[in-house]
């Protein structure tokens, strides 16, 4: 155990003690001067703060503290009925307050007692209630923020799991403080009753034990116990002040002394009108001019000091803006913040411009938000933080996406308008602007809003402006999805399942596999449209097989038998295959003309052998297309990979599954054969 630990274990076991055993009036003294100052040191911990998460001891501190206070009030007590005397420190508190009429320094003292009681005690109870209940009722929107801010890439994973412990330590400590309160009260309500116990047992004793006239008795009881209340009253009340300024304090980067400096004084309209009405009112007969004038000019002068200094402030700060500006211009160094580049960015004119802007009630920043989940959800891609940003190069209406500085993708929608497509049930011909849908390619016009229910009665798919572009954005990085999975993407992946399984990533990274050459195996996956949310399950694959096979295009293939199921499930889900086949002598020269090499394989085929395996292919796909079905070609496993390669040149779209990664209760069907 550490030397706190056993440090404090004492001392709550020496408080309970002093309940029990008598104490000398020197040891009193002692102990009533330290109760004194822990008292004083708590309220100005509580002063200089910043969060109350700070002092997120306090509610334990505040049993403590009011467990010895209540141990000295008993040993006091103890001193006073069976001595008539407890020590020179309540001796000299009694005399300062009573200061020769026992009556007035008594309703002092019950005045200090009720102040603390009704007003302080009783307040910061209240107010410990309330945010207690507030701060559990907030929990849930202030988790949902964290997640958004998380799902948009604002934050990361380790800062977002910081804000819900911190969130879930300001619910536990407004809780404890909502209980801790009932201590404060319940010291208050034990600190009258001693009081009076004090009176009334000491008049009892010392008329009958002591014999004492009545006159002495009422003098030193009365005097004993108003020490002995304001030695101990006076510790309560500091803390129960401690204890309202904690509660009451909101999240700030400053102390309570430095917050009430600054927001006070930055009203001087306040302070100038607050100095007129002073100096007004030392007009009026009765009143002391001497104060009200000269505290009035005071508050005047500075509220004029004040809003001068505020109206220089944005000159000088400017100044400075552009001064700093310009040094750093002139940096030669500074050059090098022009070179990053975003992963991807989503540029647009200025007529698009509404649908972006939240304060216009645009939501596609929004949209982006639900992209990256869905991303996450189908593909297990982190897709990196999307860039959006108006560009007054391009037209009004359009907009551009880029990939890693490049324009990858463009389209045009209008704003105020929303896209109709023809699903093929449409009845009849709408009017419209003719447009074609940028994402797929289909034709489609631009109708008004209020054409929009008519229109799909009449059998047309209707989409606004921000769906377009949400669309495309998506087929955009399904299709670049690879070029988007960087080293420090895998890197992530990998930390967040070492969480969970940190034995099988070490083992494959960096024993068997480097980081590039698992992020080549993964984009190779995410490439045909593979998921590799299943970590697990591709790294214990390539656990079985790098040591043996070290190309990552073979170790692709493992991985895509191993995810079988999901493979499946993807492309065939009523499990019924109805695929086009690679003619048997086909797939033989394909592996005839496979070339290896010590960077990996390759396949080498004549180009006029190459144009009639595509003029054949393209003859089947349109075909199988023409019947309203996606074209699949099935292959044995050692071709997939080099049929893939050579087909996706002129076809990327095309799926090409082999047998293996068929689930073995597909039904397959062949539709036609892939010749040479």
Same mark, same amino acid.
């Given at each position: ?30 102990? *009533? ?220 980067? &400053? ?201 799909? *009665? ?142 990996? &394989? ?75």
């Amino acid at each position: 155990m550490k030397f706190a630990d056993v440090f404090i274990g004492i001392i709550v076991i020496g408080i309970v003690l002093l309940i029990i055993f008598p104490l000398g009036q020197v040891v009193m003294d002692i102990l *009533l001067t330290l109760n004194l100052s822990l008292s004083l040191i708590i309220l100005l911990v509580s002063l200089y703060t910043k969060n109350a998460l700070e002092f997120s001891i306090f509610p334990s501190l505040l049993l403590v503290t009011t467990l010895f206070r209540l141990a000295l009030n008993i040993s006091s007590t103890r001193l006073i009925l069976t001595h008539a005397s407890a020590g020179k420190l309540i001796e000299t508190f009694g005399n300062f307050v009573v200061g020769g009429n026992v009556a007035v320094g008594f309703i002092i003292f019950l005045i200090i007692i009720v102040v603390q009681f009704v007003v302080i005690t009783k307040g910061a109870e209240r107010v410990s209630e309330v945010a207690a209940r507030f701060t559990l009722d907030a929990m849930p929107g202030k988790q949902m923020a964290i997640d958004a801010d998380l799902n948009s890439g604002l934050i990361g994973e380790r800062e977002a799991k910081t804000r819900r412990n911190e969130i879930q330590r300001e619910a536990d400590f407004y809780g404890a403080m909502d209980g801790a309160s009932k201590f404060v009260k319940g010291d208050a309500i034990v600190g009258i009753i001693i009081v009076i116990i004090n009176i009334v047992g000491g008049i009892i004793i010392g008329m009958t034990m002591m014999d004492m006239e009545i006159s002495q008795v009422l003098s030193t009881y009365t005097l004993l116990t108003v020490g002995d209340g304001l030695v101990t009253q006076i510790p309560a009340l500091l803390i129960s002040t401690a204890t309202g300024i904690i509660v009451t304090k909101a999240a700030s980067e &400053s102390s309570l002394g430095q917050d009430l400096f600054k927001q006070i004084t930055g009203q001087p309209t306040v302070l100038i009108i607050s100095g007129i009405l002073l100096c007004l009112m030392s007009i009026l007969p009765g009143f002391p001019v001497w104060v009200l004038l000269p505290l009035g000019g005071l508050l005047t002068y500075l509220g004029f000091a004040l809003l001068r200094s505020q109206q220089r402030e944005p000159m000088i700060e400017e100044e400075d803006i552009s001064q700093q500006e310009l040094e750093d211009i002139r940096r030669p160094e500074n050059v090098v913040s022009l070179l990053s580049v975003d992963p991807i960015e989503l540029e647009f004119g200025y007529g698009i411009i509404p649908l972006a802007d939240v304060n216009q009630g645009g939501d596609l920043l929004d949209r982006v938000v639900m992209i990256r989940r869905q991303m996450a959800l189908e593909l297990g891609l982190i897709v990196p933080v999307v860039r959006l940003r108006d560009n007054i190069q391009l037209n009004p209406n359009e907009y551009v996406i880029k990939i890693k500085g490049t324009v990858v993708a463009s389209g045009e929608v209008l704003a105020d308008r929303f896209m109709a497509m023809d699903s093929g049930l449409a009845e009849e011909e709408i009017q419209g602007i003719d447009t074609v849908e940028p994402a797929f390619g289909l034709p489609a016009k631009w109708i008004d809003e209020d054409q929009r229910e008519n229109a799909e *009665l009449m059998g047309y798919t209707v989409v606004d402006p921000p769906s377009v572009i949400a669309t495309h954005l998506t087929e955009v990085i399904k299709q670049h999805g690879h070029e988007l999975l960087g080293r420090q993407e895998v890197q992530m992946l990998l930390d967040n399942l070492k969480e969970r399984n940190s034995v099988l990533v070490e083992e494959v990274v960096p024993k068997l596999l480097s980081l590039g050459e698992l992020q080549k195996i993964l984009g190779n996956l995410i490439r045909e449209g593979i998921s590799i949310r299943d970590m697990v399950t591709i790294l214990e694959t390539l656990a079985d097989y790098a040591g043996i096979v070290r190309d990552p295009d073979l170790l692709t293939e493992y991985v895509r038998q191993a995810l079988s199921r999901a493979i499946t499930q993807k492309f065939i889900p009523d499990n019924k295959g109805k695929v086009l086949t690679l003619d048997n002598q086909l797939e033989k020269e394909i592996m005839d003309n496979v070339q290896q090499t010590e960077h990996g &394989s390759y396949l080498s085929m004549a180009p006029e052998k190459t144009q009639r395996i595509f003029n054949n292919l393209m003859q089947e796909v349109s075909r199988i297309s023409s019947l309203g079905m996606t074209p699949i070609v099935l292959t044995s496993p050692v071709v997939r990979i080099y049929f893939k390669r050579l087909t996706e040149q002129v076809m990327p779209d095309l799926v090409v599954l082999s047998y293996n990664e068929l689930d073995s209760r597909v039904e397959v069907q062949s539709l036609g054969v892939v010749s040479g």
